[in-house]
């Protein structure tokens, strides 16, 4: 019988991250801090909205594009939020989560052999979906003194003339880096100079610590040259409800409304309706997230300088992103000993590029009780591992 399996798809590498967690589920009294979801239930008034659209018996199909409502609430909130002007009706398109958007954003831009710029330490699904979509990953590793943030060297020195698209990933899962407007500024220079288009994923942009976020579309010259996807599941603690939204030019979003409707025809109604009242009148819920999340990151690094392990200071996301590199072992080495002997779970740098090697990726989005715990459990292993270097 032939191989009834696509090629591409399985060199394709599964996830680095899940089989830690398929440890931890079966390990007694172990702790995660590897999973990037928050801890906070979903406010109760975007629930309550939720059970109200099923009483109300709104379980049909929406418009392929997504609610009205939902658009029109969505175009309101980057206004007044972040100063972006977009027309509701033709320059944006509701997914299933960011994660759809990014998929169907690269299907509908790339041509075969096209290059995809993507910068790393970052989020494990930008090299996957280039591949899918036919185009060719090129990888732009992040540098840790520069704050893990994207330069605009390092930009000129990885295009070619195939170069297309630009993915930016911050606020930045793995690290916690941000971008700020002079980072941007110059950024949009070589993107102009190139004639590039860029893949702005900026879905942890309420939680930022010290500045609001600017997104590359509020550079001149650059909205018309950038999808920007965002959603709700990091802002509004909405990971399951799976909602996202992507905002570009219309003759890109007509394209990626075309891939929507043949796959997904339309995002779940349900979490539509309640996303209605979550971006209209969550800001304080999502504040005060933001707040407890600030409290934990403040937490963190200070344990980090107590027991003398090195991270620079992360301004998104609710990640950090510690080195490991004074211990002489891998990451996967670091991470698999530490879930071992002190059932501590933590994610391995180079699940988020070869680049992270010699990191690790512990997420914030925890209470703080449990943060305590898992952080006196990391100092007990990083204190018994520099005795052991010591002896030898």
């Known amino acids: 019988m032939r191989n009834p399996l696509n090629k591409t798809v399985v060199e394709i590498e599964p996830s680095g991250i899940r089989k830690f967690f398929d440890i931890v589920s079966e390990m007694k009294d172990a702790i995660s801090l590897g999973v990037g979801e928050p801890d906070f239930d979903t406010p109760w008034r975007v629930r309550d909205e939720a059970i109200y659209s099923l009483e109300q018996g709104r379980t049909f199909y929406t418009s392929n594009a997504g609610l009205k409502e939902l658009k029109e609430e969505i ?27 990014i998929d169907i954003a690269l299907r509908a831009m790339l041509d075969p052999g096209d290059e995809v710029l993507i910068p790393q330490p970052s989020y494990v699904s930008y090299v996957p979906c280039a591949i899918l979509a036919n185009g060719t990953p090129v990888i732009i590793e992040l540098k840790e003194e520069n704050d893990f943030r994207l330069t605009a060297e ?30 941007l500024e110059q950024i ?6 190139h ?10 942009s309420e939680l930022t610590y010290l500045e609001k976020h600017v997104s590359i579309v509020n550079i001149p010259g ?5 999808v920007l996807i965002n959603g709700f599941s990091k802002s509004h603690a909405m990971t399951g409800w799976r909602l996202g939204y992507a905002c570009a030019p219309k003759e890109i979003i007509e394209q ?16 539509q309706y309640a996303a209605v009242t979550a971006i209209r009148d969550c800001d304080k819920e999502v504040a005060d997230m933001r707040e407890e999340y600030n409290a934990r990151r403040r937490y963190l690094l200070h344990r980090f300088e107590e027991m003398g392990l090195k991270c620079f200071e992360p301004f998104g996301a609710f990640y950090m992103f510690p080195s490991i590199k004074e211990f002489n072992m891998t990451s996967d ?13 933590v994610v391995p740098g180079n699940a988020f590029g070869a680049c992270g090697e010699g990191f690790l990726r512990i997420s914030y989005a925890y209470s703080l009780s449990n943060l305590k715990k898992a952080l006196d459990r990391i100092e007990e292993f990083v204190n018994e591992l520099r005795e052991e270097q010591h002896v030898s």
């Open 222 to 226: 650059m909205r018309e040259r950038t």
């Open 75 to 101: 175009a309101n909130f980057l206004d007044r939020r972040y100063d972006l002007k977009y027309n509701p009706y033709e320059e944006m398109l509701i997914t299933v989560g960011g994660s759809e958007a």
């Open 188 to 193: 949009a220079k070589v993107v102009e100079k």
């Open 195 to 204: 004639d590039l288009f860029v893949l702005s994923d900026e879905i942890y």
């Open 154 to 183: 390092e930009l000129e020195n990885a295009i070619t003339d195939k170069t297309k698209v630009l993915v930016l990933p911050f606020p930045n899962n793995p690290t916690g880096a941000i971008l700020e407007r002079k980072d």
């Open 256 to 271: 990626m409304l075309k891939i929507h409707q043949f796959a997904i025809m339309c995002a779940p109604t349900t979490s």
């Open 333 to 345: 080495e670091f991470a698999t000993r530490l879930l071992k002997s002190k059932k501590v779970a």
